[in-house]
């Protein structure tokens, strides 16, 4: 398979064939084709106040390309409840399977969340409208993850290029990825890495999943450096998860403690970006798919939303929790921000979203797991939250531009193993070319992009120099092997050549 976006090609070859191909002078790296895996109630109102449709944005006109398990087209999906579809465009890139029809469950879900209209729980027999950010918004359906949710690097490569191939077609100006593998090797190597990159620089909005292995401490770092492929990426918008709290207010929402945590292995580079709603989600149900049948856990009452007695469950929503969740609600509001001003760069989306991201969070919060009893402290800091909590409506109405000189590339996290500190700096500009924005003060003013409550000590600058949380690295009681693991250069944490963005625990039950 020609994968001509980043200059490569996916074959099958012996072992003996392989020693010689990289022997090859014209052959500058391999990589094994690896696995990648699957990684609303309340959700609209947490993170739009008021909500845009009522000025006009609803992501009318804008294409979001869902690579995922494929999209069941349902009235929620529809042009205002007609038969007239929004899903415009339809591809499977699984190997030997035509069908982009979702027989796993996962990207309808996603699908909704970005762009489900309600149109299943509207009227007056509802008191619950699970509506998503960017109701009138097209979809681009590109299938990599078959029945089980299992795909190949590779396929997600090809979706990404045909992407780039029809992105006027369709206007396609977001890419929603809720899936990923572990971070084997540096973001410049990575094919994952440099299909999202070619993305980016096309002038479509990346946004990745960070994964949800934030409770991994099986290299005693408590979760941190868990990042997943190709959310590592610097350009790309990599999307931690909130527990909504069942309110329609955000001051009481914590982060999920499976919600995977930087920095990325490898490069270090300061992930996620941001965090969104990603918690026991309600959206869209692709009826008889292996998610929406696992387990009556997930499913929705009627009675939760409609005017009724039935203890029956409801056809045409279900519940799922992870980042996969947290990554479409941003996908959304990249698309209202695109309504709103076409013009707009993936670059200035991204650094709009995460300035106005808001930073009211406590130090640390507590999660137990109900079957084991299990205790999980989460703190609040850059490399768990990012640069806060998605405020869409904040985003919506900033005006912040980044300059074409510039870059909104994360910045990259530092650790003097001397003073025990950490700092962030500008990424690499000889990978770039340009100047990074972050710290520059033409651009972002005075104050610090999160804030202070986003620190565990809230006293450093957030990309200046100075350390972040003073005399102690953040992830503390791990002590050498953590940071080992953590600030080392080779990929340490994960047993096989996978892991899922979305393991089936998380999927069915999520958080309490």
Known sequence: MELGLIQSAAYSISSNALCDLANDPEVVYISPDREVKAALDHAVPTVEAPPPAQYGWDGSGVGVAVIDSGVLATKDLSVSGSNTSRIVYNKSFVPKVTSASDQYGHGTHVAGIIAGNGYA???????????????????????????????????????????????????????????????????????????????????????????????????????????????NHPLVITVGAMKHMNTAYRDDDLIASYSSKGPTLIDHVAKPDLVAPGNQMVSLVASKSLVATASTINKVLYSYYQNTTSKSY???????????????????????MLHKEPALTPETIKARLMKTATTSFPLYSVAVDTTTAEQYVSQYDVFTVGAGYVDVWAALNSVDVVPASSTAASPLAVFDAAQNKVRLVNTNTAVWGKAALWGTAAVWGTTAIWGASAFVDGAAAVWGTSAIWGSAAVWGTAGVTGNAAVWGTAAVWGTGNSASTESMNQLINGEN
């Open 314 to 336: 409801s056809a045409d929503y279900y519940r799922l929790s992870g980042t996969s969740m947290a990554t479409p609600v941003v996908s959304g509001a990249a698309a209202l």
């Open 121 to 231: 729980s509207t009227g007056s027999a509802y008191f619950k409208t699970f509506r998503g950010i960017a109701p009138n918004a097209k979809l681009i359906n590109l299938r990599v993850l078959d029945g089980n949710g299992v795909g190949v690097d590779s396929s997600v490569i090809s979706a990404i290029d045909h992407a780039i191939q029809i992105k006027n077609t369709y206007n396609i100006r977001v890419i929603n990825i809720s899936l990923g593998r572990p971070v084997y090797e540096s973001y410049a190597r990575d094919p994952l890495c440099q299909a999202v990159e070619r993305a980016w620089k096309a002038g479509i909005v990346v946004v990745v999943a960070a994964g949800n292995e934030g409770r991994n401490q099986s290299q005693e770092t408590d979760g941190y450096a868990t990042i997943t492929s190709p959310g």
